[in-house]
């Protein structure tokens, strides 16, 4: 387990919305956002939001449920399956990619996924919704209950959610680590597209690196963090790519 989160995780952010989360001193969840008025220029696909829409969290320790847009979605590799999707493709250049060490997990209520955390077979324009109790070390297993009645989607797989930092080893890190390729391009996609989900709000503080696509992003989007002096506070925008 200490080898597997000796690792980091990963968000990417338009350089567009670098402002406002410097001004709110965290990266927050979609839900957050709305709740402050924020409207964020999103990458992510409308389709695959409105599945995540219909995904709720129920723990017995927690004392309500909460929806899936309440976390901020982080992923295990700095190019998942999204990256290579044709509307972030035309504005790859323009994303910085925030990084924050795996030690997370340990925080109370961050979940993690096997796999994109949408893939729960719900149908894509049905009604059905799901909420899923997540595996524990007391219950290692996932438990899902659909609303009215399903599932009725037609994927083959579904992602399992943990909730303890013990079943870390659940996930395929064959796949996630690149050296295990599978035939089925659906699975593959999946898995790694597997999810760290921070409730709420990620401070910035928790970020250990921000890396640009190119040394003309670095340098802009190092200008606006002096801008709001932060230049303590986060670390120095530095250009990488990250290898595919």
């Known amino acids: 387990m200490r080898n597997f989160l000796s690792g980091y995780a990963y968000h990417m952010v338009h350089v567009s ?5 410097l001004s709110e001193k965290a990266l927050l969840s979609n839900e957050k956002l709305s709740q402050k008025g924020i409207k964020p ?3 992510a696909w409308e389709t695959v939001q409105s599945l995540r829409k219909r995904i709720t969290i129920q723990r017995p320790v927690m ?3 909460r929806q899936l847009h309440s976390y901020v979605p982080f992923y295990f590799i700095p190019r998942p399956p999204m990256f290579y999707a044709p509307h972030i493709q035309e504005n790859q250049n323009q994303l910085l990619v925030l990084e924050v060490e795996l030690t997370i997990l340990y925080e109370p209520e961050v979940l993690f996924t096997d796999g994109n955390a949408s893939m729960q077979k719900l149908s894509r324009y049905g009604m059905e919704v799901v909420v899923i109790d997540p595996a524990s070390a007391q219950r290692d297993t ?6 009215p009645g399903g599932p009725h989607g037609t994927g083959e797989n579904w992602s399992d ?3 303890d930092v013990a079943l870390i080893d659940r996930l395929n890190w064959g796949v996630l680590n690149g050296g295990t ?4 391009r659906e699975e593959f996609t999946r898995i790694r597209s597997s999810e760290v989900l921070i409730p709420d709000r990620l401070p910035l503080s928790k970020i250990v690196g921000i ?4 040394p003309g992003l670095a340098q802009k989007a190092n200008d ?15 250009y990488r790519v990250f290898p595919r």
């Open 224 to 238: 606006v963090v002096k801008m709001y002096g932060l230049e303590k506070v986060i670390p120095k925008v530095v």
């Open 142 to 147: 996932c438990i899902r209950r659909y609303h």
């Open 41 to 43: 220029f999103s990458i």
């Open 63 to 65: 004392p309500s449920r």
């Open 17 to 21: 919305n670098f402002p406002s989360i």
């Open 161 to 163: 959610f943990y909730s």
């Open 181 to 184: 390729y599978i035939d089925n």
């Open 211 to 214: 890396y640009a696509p190119n």
